[in-house]
């Protein structure tokens, strides 16, 4: 389920240039390959109709340094000579390509992204921890500097070194305090979801045991990562990217469930129904700002069309509907494209879907905020 709160200052008609691309750079000359996968988009542009000061300035940022590793892909959004939006995808996309259009073209980048899971990554030792925060619109690193004296036991005997020991353990315990406190901190403020604690194992268990009873409900230890000098961390962030993965996916699931549950009360002949589908019931319910959830099957080489004015929940399948809502002169686009603005200018979630994860009338459905009134 993913919500799109950070793009609301894509609402507003345009046109817009929005281009797709493969910015994977495999070798030395990884710049210049990306460089030229652009120059593609941009023609394309350019012969529909972008003008060259939005070119331009996508150009810039298109061959900017760019140092996500492995594959991974780009899309660009232009207007009015300013990059509106610039997203790095977790892959090459699956449509790559360009259109000048009313509205920019975002539902191939909602359909790859990952939804947004609040979480929290602790990585410890005996000296503190570095904190990653994943927030709902930022993403942040803190290293949490301990005690720096006494951390290690001594071998030597007598009471003096059973004093040295118990203060060695001590400090140990106070770095995993202050690291705990930083954990706490940040599930508080952005309503994570998930604590993966990673690091030196007894450390681990330390913070554990520190942690508030809020972060503990939510946190998972994992073996992967440490703080030790040239570690290599790839496996912690593929293991973090799982968890998350899983979450994001019951998400989606009770979702679906209640989309389920609901159409059943419909058929069942209930009247408080949270759910529709079809296009001209979906469309429907998003003039009506009903909508707490989109799904739709994703489909790029669909060609269906819809009409929009100039606010998100005025959309429709037919001119003249808009029309006799007040607007005068509707602009047309591409279905999804008008689908997703109105998602986005009335805080709907948006689930897609693949063709038989759930059938669905046109491919379009959606839970509603209050029941639908014509039950």
């Known amino acids: 389920m993913l919500r799109l709160d950070d793009l609301t200052g894509l609402t507003s008609p345009g046109p817009y240039a929005t281009a797709y691309f493969d910015a994977t750079r495999k ?31 996508m150009w810039e940022a298109a061959v900017a340094a760019d140092h996500a590793p492995g594959e991974h892909g780009r899309m660009l959004v232009g207007r009015d000579g300013q990059v509106r939006h610039d997203a790095l995808l977790p892959f090459p996309p699956r449509w790559q390509g360009s259109r000048w259009s009313p509205l920019p073209h975002l539902m191939p980048m909602v359909a ?39 951390v290690h036991k001594t071998g030597a005997g007598g009471w003096s070194s059973l004093r040295y020991q118990h203060s060695t353990e001590h400090t140990w315990k106070a770095n995993a305090r202050a690291v705990a406190r930083r954990v706490d901190d940040a599930v508080r403020q952005t309503r994570a979801r998930l604590v993966v604690v990673a690091g030196d194992v007894w450390e681990r268990a330390d913070l554990l045991r520190e942690l508030e009873d ?40 009770e979702v679906i469930d209640r ?11 209930v009247s408080d129904v949270l759910a529709v589908q079809g296009l001209a019931d ?33 959309v429709a399948l037919a001119a003249e509907d808009l029309r006799q809502l007040g607007v005068p002169d509707p602009s047309r686009d591409r279905l999804d494209a008008a689908l997703v603005r109105a998602a986005i200018g009335t805080d709907a979630a948006i689930v897609t879907l693949t063709p038989h994860q759930l059938p669905l009338a046109d491919g379009i459905g959606a839970s509603l905020r209050y029941p639908d009134p014509r039950s």
């Open 112 to 150: 790859q992204l990952a939804p947004l899971v609040p979480h929290v990554v602790a990585i410890v030792d005996r000296t503190g921890g570095e904190v990653v925060v994943t927030g709902p619109r930022s993403r942040t690193e803190q290293e949490v500097e301990g005690r720096e004296y006494p």
């Open 214 to 253: 809020e972060a503990r409900a939510v946190a998972v230890e994992v073996e992967e990562g440490s703080r030790h000098a040239g570690a290599d961390n790839d496996a912690l962030q593929i293991r973090v990217d799982r968890l998350v993965a899983e979450i994001a996916a019951r998400d989606d699931l």
């Open 27 to 57: 070798t030395e000359e990884g710049a210049e390959e990306v460089a030229l996968r652009w120059r593609a988009q941009q023609e394309d542009l350019a012969r529909d109709g972008a003008d060259g000061r939005t070119l331009e300035a």
């Open 282 to 314: 979906t469309v429907e319910a998003f003039q009506k700002a009903q909508v707490d959830t989109l799904l739709i099957v994703d489909d790029p080489s669909s060609e269906v069309e819809a009409w929009f004015g100039p606010d998100p929940v005025l």
């Open 259 to 269: 989309f389920i549950e609901a159409r059943g009360r419909a058929r069942a002949g």
